[in-house]
Every structure is written in C-alpha cells, then in structure tokens.
Nanobody, 116 residues
C-alpha cells in the first residue's frame, strides 16, 4: 500500500491562500488519477480536484477558478494551490491515488480552517 504524505494545511483568513502538498514514495509510472478529496464538518468525503493519467485536471464546481492542482513528476508530488479561500472550504483534505489493479490509497488528511 502506497503511503501518501500530505502537508500544508493550517489556518487562513477568508480571501487568503494555502498550498497543500502530497508526496508519494518512489516513482508512480501509471495511475488513473491522483489528487484531492475533502470532508467538511458533518458532510461525507467529496471530490475536490484530481489529475488523470493523461495530465488533465478536473475540479469540483465549488472550487473551479479558485483552486489549481499541479504535479511535479520528478518529486512525485501533487500540489493544490487554494486561492480566494472561503469559510466553506474548511475541511480535512485527503490526498488520493488510484492506480490500475491496485486498491485506492489515501493520505491521513490535513486540516484546513478558513476563519476570520
């Protein structure tokens, strides 16, 4: 099972920015998608942003235009740049890696709190 290491969560004010990082050990040569889900208080885990194996990003409507996902293949790291943060972005953010013929791997989660 791949161990995904997330970092970069914390406290931000509304309108502020944070950048999350997710590092995977070793080289990931092929995958269906890698990216981020989040779980807001009292809500189920939800899709946020991913990159597929062709390098194409996809975003939830709630974050489109504010969040940007990117991948550094040399560092085996995926980033989520979050701008124009809103109170409703407060959640635990989970890194996810889905590969062919392998169980989906999840990180331990990192807390993002948006509050004034």
């Amino acid at each position: 099972q791949v161990q995904l290491a997330e970092s970069g969560g914390g406290l931000a004010q509304p309108g502020g920015s944070l950048r999350l990082s997710c590092a995977a050990p070793g080289s990931i040569s092929s995958f269906n998608f890698i990216g981020w889900y989040r779980q807001r208080p009292g809500q189920p885990r939800e899709f946020t942003a991913v990159i597929n194996g062709d390098g194409n990003p996809a975003y939830a409507d709630s974050v489109k235009g504010r969040f940007t996902i990117s991948r550094d293949s040399a560092k085996n790291t995926v980033y989520l740049q979050m701008n124009s943060l809103k109170v409703e972005d407060t959640a635990v953010y989970y890194c996810v890696l889905d590969r062919p013929s392998t169980a989906t791997a999840w990180g331990q989660g990192t807390q993002v709190t948006v509050s004034s």
